[in-house]
């Protein structure tokens, strides 16, 4: 395949905990998938080898046509990551926390200003761009996180649980950008255990004790259930 996130038979153990068996999926560009799976389901150490903070010896991950395994740095290029966790500088303003990580990312100067400008527009950021971080709202922290990992443009897009903390408001209109982007022709991976997040039109796949238990479009999966109770029922897990 040439775009999209494409992981095939992944396995991962933490000595003799098997947390991923022989994990395979597909997003194509364009599409929103919900990753969802309880507490312990093994999401993290997805996250973790999508990024290569962890490796994997067997099964292959390739990140819009490039091999994760054997071209890293052409294939993270190519993915743009929001963490659970915000790394983002608070006494910096949301322009300098943007310029900082493309000098990290040896985006080229030139043109630099138009590229933040641009990211900052797709997210409803632009009159915010001056704006120390510490004085952001928790959304708009999290959307500037979500701009800055978009500034390299990339094909594929991994958010891992990002509305953890938000208010409702907030968490809506992160989850309502991301579906926009994903419109625009971007692979999205989004992570959660909150099955309000995905919408009927959306790929679901259900992560349960380390193995893909269902694959498909969510609304087709439910059935006759709220995407909730179908969930519940499957994992015995409260969503
Ligand atoms: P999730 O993110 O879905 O909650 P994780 O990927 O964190 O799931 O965990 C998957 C499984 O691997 C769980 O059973 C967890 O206890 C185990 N696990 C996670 N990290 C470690 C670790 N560093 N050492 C041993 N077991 C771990």
Redesign the pocket.
Known sequence: MTGGLDVQDLSFS??A?Q?LNHVSFAVPPGRFCALL?P???????LVSLLTRLLVSPSGAIHIAGQDLGRSPGKALARLGVVFQQPTLDLDLSVRQNLAYFAALHRIPRRGLNARIDAVLSRLDMAERSHEKVRSLNGGHRRRTELARALLHDPQVLLLDEPTVGLDAASRASIVAHVHDLADQGLCVLWTTHLTDEVRDSDDLLVLHR?EILTAGRSGEIRGALSLSDWFQSVTGAPA
């Open positions: 933490y000595g905990k947390a799976g507490n312990g389901a093994g999401k993290s150490t380390g």
